[in-house]
């Protein structure tokens, strides 16, 4: 942005604002999921309407803060600046709300009753809006109100958007890194809101001292200028300024497609942590950095590369990331190696999207607020309308490559829009298609995914909205992968979680239920009991998937005492007013996987106890890794139960840890209690895979691989899992210290 040298420290101040609000709307956005996902479960439709109306918010922001600021000037007499001051303000004030409107509305959801989920999710999604949206307008109308103060004083200023939006997205970078990376795991969810409630302060409070100084001049709206960049640079302007809002919108739809599409194919290779979607985010927004720091350092040369340059790079660079993520290559790799080579594959487009999204509107708008608002807020409705096309409509019904196939069709398109500007290129045109042609054909007949039952042998693929669900495996070495990472297999130890805990209760039991469904052998050994059985899973592919596992699965699903519900199991435990025996817990792997933790803490165990009967026990199976981890899940048990027992899984190496817990006294029955408590048809179906034939076999093997609990709840284990601290999920600074003091990182991982 050109400006005069007595105007150079001003500028500065505004980009550093500009690079303080981009921080605070990433961490908001973070946060605002991960609590949204505690109140209203961890489904897709929660995520899809938090980030709806997260971009909902900044197009309305944007289009109405570009059509207000003009009058509200004029009217009040004062500076932009005051107004842009005002509303920082109202958006820290939003840090500090929308964790109790969360509240109220999880409560009033309660109080309606056992809603059936159609209702449910309008309600919830009805609560988020309210919510969230006030403060995502907020946030939208800082552009506009932005650029308004700068053309008070720079009347000729025709690049301020891009000059914000540098700074903007350094700021989202950096939120979005330091927030998952560092901020999280030292503050909490709440104290890191108030961290950018404050920030927003100040950066009100600098906002109303440069109001003080400042004097309102009228700004004339003007019609859109000359294309900015070279005399030679083909613009669609020149074709009309729609063609400028419908790349726009192009953009922003398939650039927040692809970024779903990308979770998910990039899943089996980052994995499941928190620090994967970490690194995704922001890679994407450090290559959109770059971009622009690129297109303004072309702006002060006067060399912006033409609209259909820019147009055949992504294009081409559309289809790196399908190439590079065939799971038959780099398969010797180290991780590191090959997560880096599959985050560098998204840099060079994204890196396009960020010199292209601020150069269209530059140019749109000519630095004018109304035009560029309007602009910003058609390529943010494109943003919108991306992930639900993507999650809704690509990955169920055409997989993952497919989906970014069909996607990066959309440039080339667009590029050929701009062919009859460019007839002197016919060369460049030709090699562009040319090669976008040829990516495309190896894209979809030789590359393969992760999703592809190509990859593994004798494989059934299901798709859904929530994840891909593929069925691989013949006898006990059938498995179950969701999007790519490997669930569970065939084994008794899924079959103790149910028979175990069963027995140890004198009383017959009549009632149970297993949260979290996989192969569903934790629920067919429930049926076995011949009691109620319920089984609760996230993702209907996988209960479609049983009868791949289970010869009797049709026999199971028509049992009247046993069903299979599509729920978030902290969702279904809300809503349901039935009690059970029991309610046995098998959390995906690893033990730090990401949202894994609302199963592991302290509010969840509080509310599972409301769920159980009088001397009802809670069977929890911890994945195996780290110890410090496990002691915080212990700790968490015992904070709610007092009486909790560990046993090491059946094949105690690398088969994990099982808890027993209830609010009532219990001992472990004798061997030959344990014997008579079990129906022939429960122990039948426990000996199924077993090398011993007999229970009583099994069953003591089993006694003797308890864990004293003090040997875990050590003086030293201070640490716990709660839905504000997930101490599982976020632990790269603890790591890194121990690494960093010469502490041995292996014995943290042995056996206790």
Not at 164 to 182: E, F, P, Q, R
Not at 718 to 736: A, G, V
């Amino acid at each position: 942005m050109s400006v005069s040298p007595s105007s150079t420290r001003k500028y500065v101040v505004l980009f550093l604002l500009f690079v303080g609000s981009g921080f605070c709307g990433l961490l908001y956005q973070v946060i605002w999921v991960r609590l949204a996902f505690a109140a209203f479960g961890v489904i897709t439709p929660v995520l899809s309407v938090v980030l709806s109306v997260f971009m909902l918010g900044l197009a309305l922001g944007s289009w109405a803060g570009g059509k207000w600021i003009g009058p509200l000037t004029a009217k009040t007499g004062r500076s932009a600046i005051w107004f842009y001051a005002v509303v920082e303000f109202l958006i820290g004030v939003g840090a500090f709300l929308v964790p109790r409107t969360f509240a109220a509305g999880e409560a009033w959801l309660l109080q309606a009753g056992d809603l059936d989920s159609t209702r449910y999710l309008l309600n919830s999604a009805i609560v988020l809006c309210l919510s969230l949206l006030p403060w995502c307008f907020f946030m939208g109308t800082t552009f506009p109100f932005m650029m308004s103060y700068v053309r008070e004083d720079e009347r000729a200023q025709r690049s301020s958007f891009s000059y914000l939006y540098l700074a903007n997205v350094i700021g989202a970078m950096c939120g979005t890194l330091l927030t998952a990376l560092v901020l999280i795991e030292l503050l909490g969810f709440r104290h890191c809101l108030m961290v950018a409630g404050f920030t927003n302060f100040l950066i009100g409070a600098t906002a109303f001292l440069l109001g003080t100084r400042s004097r309102y001049r009228p700004v004339l709206e003007s019609a859109p200028p000359k294309p900015t960049g070279s005399k030679r640079a083909s613009s669609p302007a020149r074709s009309g300024g729609w063609l400028l809002v419908a790349i726009l919108f192009a953009t922003g739809f398939a650039s927040m497609a692809m970024e779903v599409v990308w979770t998910r194919a990039f899943t089996p290779v980052l994995r499941t942590t928190i620090y994967a979607f970490a690194s995704l985010l922001g890679v994407y927004l450090f290559a959109t950095w770059v971009g622009s720091l690129l297109y303004r350092y072309d702006l002060r040369r006067r060399r912006v590369q033409p609209v259909v340059n820019v147009l055949a790079f992504l294009a081409v660079s559309s289809l790196l990331p399908v190439l590079i993520n065939d799971p038959r290559w780099g398969t010797q790799l180290p991780f590191t190696v090959k997560a880096a080579i599959t985050l560098a594959s998204i840099f060079p487009f994204c890196a396009m999207l960020g010199y292209l999204t601020p150069r269209l509107i530059d140019e749109y708008s000519g630095g004018a607020p109304h035009p560029a608002g309007t602009a910003y807020a058609v390529n943010i409705v494109g943003c919108i309308i991306g992930p639900l096309f993507a999650g809704y409509v690509l990955l169920p019904y055409v997989g993952l490559r497919h989906a970014l196939v069909l996607l990066s069709i959309i440039f080339p398109f667009f590029y050929v829009c701009l062919l009859p500007s460019t007839r002197r290129r016919v060369q460049h045109a030709f090699a562009t298609l040319g090669a976008t042609t040829v990516l495309v054909m190896i894209s979809e007949f030789w590359v393969v995914s992760y999703e592809d039952g190509l990859s593994y042998r004798l494989a059934q693929v299901r798709r859904d909205h929530v994840a891909t669900v593929i069925s691989c495996g013949h006898g006990l070495g059938k498995e179950l992968l969701v999007n790519g990472i490997g669930m569970t297999q065939l084994r008794t130890v899924t079959k103790n979680m149910a028979h175990f805990p069963l027995a140890i209760r004198e009383k017959k039991p009549t009632s149970a239920l297993a949260i979290c469904l996989g192969m569903g052998t934790t629920f067919r050994s429930l049926v076995s009991w011949g009691i109620e059985a319920t089984a609760v899973e996230l993702v209907p592919s996988v209960r479609d998937a049983f009868g791949y596992y289970f010869d009797d699965a049709e026999i199971i699903l028509r049992n009247p005492k046993a069903r299979i519900v599509i729920d978030d199991g902290r969702r279904f435990l809300k809503r349901t007013t039935e009690r059970f025996d029991l309610i046995t817990i098998d959390p995906p792997p690893p033990p730090e996987a990401a949202g894994s933790s609302l199963l592991y803490s302290e509010e969840f165990y509080r509310l599972l106890s409301t769920r159980l009967k009088q001397g009802g026990m809670l069977q929890q199976w911890s994945p195996p890794g780290n110890k410090t981890i496990v002691r915080a899940k212990a700790k968490a048990i015992r904070a709610v139960f007092p009486y909790v027992r560990v046993f090491y899984s059946i094949a105690r190496w690398g088969s994990g840890y099982h808890f027993f817990a209830s609010t009532e006294p219990f001992d472990m029955p004798t061997v030959q209690a344990f014997v008579s408590r079990l129906p022939p048809t429960a122990a039948a179906d426990l000996l199924e895979w077993s090398r011993y034939r007999d229970p009583a076999v099994l069953y003591k093997i089993s006694l003797q691989q308890e864990i004293p609990l003090d040997r875990i709840l050590t003086p030293d284990a201070t640490s716990t899992i709660t839905d504000d601290r997930p101490f599982n999920e976020y632990f790269l600074l603890r790591r890194l210290s121990k690494a960093l003091s010469g502490t041995d990182a292996v014995a943290d991982r042995d056996h206790f």
